[in-house]
């Protein structure tokens, strides 16, 4: 299994330019969700899906949009980059089917975001 | 989901244990307490996680007091490698967010 990967690594954006975050897991997991972390700060989370079909907002959706279309993918798409939005970003994925509290997070290497 | 209070950095001597502390006096009954580590500009780790008895792994130990307001997380014989930001999280069963705090910075020394 490869785990959650995450594409591109690194990423430098000029203000207003869109781009997609990509996230896959291949560990049939129903559960995916998109982390931001700031310099010294801990993991904000974005948005968050529990199944195909399904998203929601986290913490600090404001400026990101979400569609789960396949089980495996989760992209993150930056609407209209802006100097805010330079972060690290970490995609995440888990098992509904662990029981209760029996499920774990499973995190991505991170994508590094500058906006310019 | 509960509120955690971590102190904001601790050391410790290689080969040593390393005990991290972790105050969640809010906490509900149906809320498990997990621990995650993130070393240096990597994705968090899951470490362990427990409800009210003790847990053990590979990894570490975790103590949760008996009225489970507070818990501390053990790695019994600290490396270099685990040199890392520890986050304490309590959480409601599955699917649901998790909250990460500031965390507990770990140095282990030679």
């Known amino acids: 299994n490869a785990g959650v990967t995450q594409t591109p690594k690194f990423q430098v954006l000029k203000t207003g330019q869109s781009m997609t975050l990509q996230c896959a897991q291949d560990m049939n997991h129903e559960y995916m969700s998109w982390y931001r972390q700031d310099p010294g700060m801990g993991l904000r989370l974005i948005h968050y899906s529990v199944g195909a079909g399904i998203t929601d907002q986290g913490e600090v959706p404001n400026g990101y949009n979400v569609s789960r279309s396949t089980t495996e993918d989760f992209p993150l798409r930056l609407l209209s980059a802006a100097p805010s939005q330079t972060s690290v970003y970490f995609c995440?994925?888990?098992?509904?089917?662990?029981?209760?509290?029996?499920?774990?997070?499973?995190f991505g290497p991170g994508t590094r975001l500058l906006v310019l | 989901d509960a509120k955690t209070t971590q102190p904001p950095s601790m050391d410790c001597a290689e080969g040593r244990a390393a005990n991290l502390p972790c105050n969640h006096s809010?906490?509900?009954?149906?809320?498990?307490v997990y621990w995650y580590r993130q070393i240096h500009s990597q994705g968090p780790q899951y470490i362990i996680h427990?409800?009210?008895n003790n847990e053990t792994n590979e990894m570490a130990s975790l103590i949760i007091t008996e009225d489970r307001k507070s818990s501390t997380l053990i790695l019994p014989h600290a490396t270099l490698r685990d040199t890392a930001v520890y986050y304490c999280?309590?959480?409601?069963?599955?699917?649901?967010?998790?909250?990460f705090g500031e965390g507990t910075q770990l140095t282990v020394n030679p």
């Open positions: 999280i309590v959480r409601v069963a599955q699917g649901s967010r998790l909250t």
């Open positions: 995440a994925s888990s098992s509904l089917a662990g029981g209760l509290g029996g499920e774990t997070q499973y």
């Open positions: 809010t906490i509900s009954g149906n809320e498990y």
């Open positions: 427990g409800l009210k």
